[in-house]
T-cell receptor, first 113, second 114 residues
Framework: ETGVTQTPRHLVMGMTNKKSLKCEQH?????MYWYKQSAKKPLELMFV???????ENNSVPSRFSPECPNSSHLFLHLHTLQPEDSALYLC????????????FGEGSRLTVL | GESVGLHLPTLSVQEGDNSIINCAYS??????FIWYKQESGKGPQFIID?????DKRQGQRVTVLLNKTVKHLSLQIAATQPGDSAVYFC?????????????FGSGTQLTVLP
């Protein structure tokens, strides 16, 4: 138990569906992140939030839409995805964006049909 | 572009033997390095870190070695156990940089044989 909880753990969706991934951290951290992990590729940073303000959007397509209502919750809204978006989506948190240790959730395995 | 990479994508070791996982980095400005362990179905977990003012750091059953001359990082696991089976990857950044500046390697799959 890392203190970062992601739901759902598995998600299968069609290209026309709309779904959301949820992340919650119980560590009192101020920074939250979304990473994409594709098979045999390094982790790719997607979004960074600090005190619920987005500080980084790493050239992510608009079909991925993040939302951070408060420092403990982070969402990734998905719509009109492509099969190549199938991957493990990892949420992480840290005490602050100027680095403390990253704590990862267990990920949401997304399959786009 | 610059990248962090691993020499071998897979490594199999006998239970009880020592494991050595290697990582090459290309950004000579990086001065902070981390090793992560990712078990099947789980997220990455911090194992150990090292700063560039050190060439060796030890943890519980793990040792990280840093060779700045050849830009090489290694993770040594002593008396490897079945629970050590996982993907291990390194990450690098400037110590003054933020977490978003972490560059990750693609990982080595360690399999512990009975």
């Amino acid at each position: 138990e890392t203190g970062v909880t992601q739901t759902p753990r598995h998600l299968v969706m069609g290209m026309t569906n709309k779904k959301s991934l949820k992340c919650e951290q119980h560590l009192g951290h101020n920074a939250m992140y979304w990473y994409k992990q594709s098979a045999k590729k390094p982790l790719e940073l997607m979004f960074v939030y600090n005190f619920k303000e987005q500080t980084e959007n790493n050239s992510v397509p608009s079909r991925f839409s993040p939302e951070c209502p408060n420092s403990s919750h982070l969402f990734l809204h998905l719509h009109t995805l492509q099969p190549e978006d199938s991957a493990l989506y990892l949420c992480a948190s840290s005490q602050g964006p100027a680095f403390g240790e990253l704590f990862f959730g267990e990920g949401s395995r997304l399959t786009v049909l | 572009g610059e990248s962090v990479g691993l020499h071998l994508p897979t490594l199999s070791v006998q239970e009880g033997d020592n494991s050595i996982i290697n990582c090459a980095y290309s950004n000579s400005a990086s001065d902070y390095f981390i090793w992560y362990k990712q078990e099947s179905g789980k997220g990455p977990q911090f194992i150990i870190d090292i700063r560039s003012n050190m060439d060796k750091r030890q943890g519980q059953r793990v040792t990280v070695l840093l060779n700045k001359t050849v830009k090489h990082l290694s993770l040594q696991i002593a008396a490897t156990q079945p629970g050590d089976s996982a993907v291990y990857f390194c990450a690098e950044k400037l110590s003054s940089g933020s977490a978003r500046q972490l560059t990750f390697g693609s990982g080595t799959q360690l399999t512990v044989l009975p």
